[in-house]
């Protein structure tokens, strides 16, 4: 009887190491994954966390709210954004709200500028041969895209003095045209790739059907890149809204930027943590929500050109 | 790119007629004329040559936007259908050649003077006497050189973002929470991650990190006190906010790599480990090159971390090529000297990026 309760089948002992170590495995996956979940979460978190606490838990290095530290709202009452000063006037919140307005106005409509400009031109080099002078559509594709290696600074000083010519430093305008240019290669590269996944027959069919080449972009062609234009959009506002060197040297008082606001609070008072914490976290605040309701875009917008 | 074949051929019969060729003409060059005596009148007035009475140069931009208007309409007029092409770029190229051409060779114009904007005179053409003071500047040449290793960093991010990438790409659970999360860094501003990290949570007394730091038995945390712990300290930080974007770039290129190929490498008994150097990393390599090569231009941008956090110390330790012509122009107010160091940076980074870019393209289209 010994013989037949014996197991016959015997895992080879590679096997079962096999499996030890392919559970193994399978924690120190997810334990990478966790911790670098924590590396790119925590400083969020600390900011969040950081704009509801007072001076004695700053100081003692606080951290989970309730448990070691009591929320306070400190850091919005001086932002004139905390539940018992939102009703009142405020001048801080004033000037919040203006640099918040600011920072919004001065990235959509310069991402949609250049969406809109980017667009056409993508189309038109992924679609007809041109010759401007000694330049073919190689040659104008790499002229735009080239752009990208302009550093800023380059171009900063130059534009500080061309401004107050035109009286244009600190205005908004002045702004909205810097930023286009800023992302106008970055446009125009993730729209060559869209278009040229597109064929050729839509427009020629509804070219066929009567519309003008105009006619074909804007009906046909157009809403089948909408996702890369979203993608484009996104990532450029992404962009324009963290932008800081541009708006520091470009603008003073009327035309100030989130992060320009941002940044001379730490100059200036280094020490209320708690304010500049609800500062920068209303600054983030935004590009949070975008990030995590819009990821797909922007992973689309991103991937663009790296997959061919 | 694509190909000829692929373009769109359309063939339109346009009857021009005389008259309207020559209202095509006459509008642009109209127009034309007008930008012309606008800027002519401008210029004579900046030289105290004639009262025209003109408060700024405003009237200059107008009539280069009206000359602007006229040329893309002009286009449509003379050329028919092909002109309503040309409308596809035109606007574009308008846009970008008057926003980067034209400040560029103004630029050129004020590196060679002495143009200091606190002065209340204006510029004086100085000849080379910048580009001597540009070589005897420390400060600038150890700003170049820390540029050098926060680019030869790039490594280490793309080996960071490339192990990333694989765990995404790999079986998991809660794939979508865990590549969000990865991706937030990149959606931050660099002047608010500088608070974040640099300013509240690397503080001496009570960051978090410094906190850390201590239980690990660092005893005086002190990020930014020696240099190569400040440079290490601002690179992990433009780190932190960057290394999603090569993942992403990578993670793409990994998901359009056909299973068979890994599973053809599998059933020919190639470990995880050697399946992973001969199979999927040759693969990558064009979708690396194109991340890093987007990464060191990103790179050579540096600066709003420098600026908001250590604005340059200790010592210039920690200093990239723009926060030094930053705080050349915030400190000094100089200008031309300002310009000339950026116009010199520009021709660097030409030269090294064509330079690079021609080694890629030898490197992957081998000629024998």
């Known amino acids: ?308 | 790119m694509a190909d000829i074949s692929e373009r769109l051929h359309v063939v339109t019969g346009d009857a021009i007629s005389a008259r309207r060729r020559l209202f095509g003409r006459g509008m642009i060059w109209g127009s034309f004329a007008v930008l012309a005596i606008v800027a002519a009148l401008q210029f004579a007035q900046s030289y105290n040559l004639m009262k025209v009475g003109f408060a700024n140069w405003r009237p200059t931009l107008y009539a280069y936007a009206f000359w602007a208007v006229c040329l893309c309409w002009g286009q449509v007029v003379l050329r028919g259908e092909q002109g309503k092409r040309v409308l596809f770029v035109l606007p574009a190229a308008l846009f970008t050649v008057a926003m980067v051409v034209f400040p560029l060779l103004f630029g050129l114009s004020i590196a060679f003077s002495d143009w200091n904007l606190a002065s209340s005179e204006g510029p004086h053409f100085n000849g080379l006497a910048n580009v001597r003071q540009m070589w005897g500047d420390t400060f600038f040449w150890n700003a170049l050189l820390n540029m050098v290793y926060y680019v030869l960093a790039i490594a280490v991010e793309y080996a960071i973002a490339f192990g990333l990438a694989l765990l995404l790409a790999a079986d998991i659970r809660a794939r979508k929470f865990f590549r969000v999360s990865f991706l937030l860094p990149l959606m931050l501003s660099p002047v608010a991650v500088s608070w974040m990290i640099g300013k509240s949570m690397l503080e001496i007394r009570f960051g978090p990190i410094a906190h850390l730091a201590r239980y690990l038995g660092w005893e005086n945390p002190s990020f930014f006190g020696s240099p190569w712990v400040a440079r290490a300290a601002i690179e992990a930080m433009d780190a932190w906010t960057f290394i999603p974007f090569m993942m992403i770039m990578i993670l793409a290129g990994l998901q359009a790599i056909p299973r068979e190929l890994q599973e053809a490498a599998r059933v020919d008994g190639a470990s995880g480990w050697k399946s992973f150097w001969e199979v999927t990393f040759p693969l990558m390599l064009p979708v690396s090159l194109t991340a890093v090569l987007i990464r060191i231009i990103f790179k050579l941008k540096l600066a709003d971390i420098i600026i908001t956090v250590t604005s340059g110390g200790p010592g210039g330790a920690t200093d990239s090529v723009t926060s030094y012509i930053y705080r050349v122009y915030r400190d000094r107010s100089n200008v031309g000297y300002g310009t000339l160091l950026a116009m010199f940076y520009l021709v660097i980074i030409v030269a090294a990026m064509t330079v690079l870019m021609k080694l890629v393209d030898r490197w992957m289209n081998p000629r024998y």
């Open chain 1, 1 to 308: 009887m010994a013989e037949t309760t014996a197991q016959i089948f015997h895992d080879s002992p590679a096997d079962r190491s096999f499996k030890a170590r392919r559970f193994a495995g399978r924690f120190a996956i997810y334990a990478i994954l966790i911790f670098w979940a924590v590396v790119c979460l925590f400083p969020i978190y600390w900011t969040i966390t950081t704009a509801f606490k007072t001076a004695p838990d700053v100081m003692r290095g606080h951290i989970v709210p309730w448990w070691d530290f009591k929320p306070n709202w400190l850091g919005w009452r001086s932002l004139g954004l905390s539940p018992d000063t939102i009703g009142q006037v405020s001048t801080v919140r004033d000037q919040f709200l203006l640099r918040f307005e600011n920072s919004m106005i001065a990235s959509i409509s310069s991402s949609a500028l250049a969406v809109g400009l980017g667009s056409c031109a993508a189309y038109g080099l992924s679609r007809f041969s041109y010759k401007f002078g000694f330049m073919r559509n190689p040659d104008i594709s790499f002229f735009f895209l080239s752009q990208l290696i302009l550093p800023p600074v380059v171009l900063a000083l130059p534009f500080l003095v061309l401004y107050r010519d035109l009286a244009l430093v600190d205005t908004r305008f002045g702004l909205i045209m810097i930023y286009t240019l800023t992302v106008l290669p970055i446009v125009i590269w993730i729209m060559r790739d869209q278009f040229g996944s597109i064929p050729t027959e839509l427009e020629e069919a509804a070219m066929v059907d009567g519309l003008s080449i105009w006619g074909a972009f804007l009906t046909i062609v157009l809403p089948i890149a909408a996702p890369g234009m979203v993608a484009a959009f996104i990532l450029s506002m992404v962009l324009t809204w963290n932008e800081y060197f541009f708006a520091a040297l470009l603008t003073g008082t009327n035309a100030v930027t989130l992060p320009v606001m941002v940044a001379s609070q730490t100059g200036s008072q280094g020490i209320s943590w708690w304010a500049m914490a609800a500062l920068s976290f209303a600054a983030i605040l935004p590009l949070i929500v975008i990030g995590v309701v819009l990821e797909r875009y922007i992973i689309k917008g991103m991937a663009a050109g790296a997959v061919k």
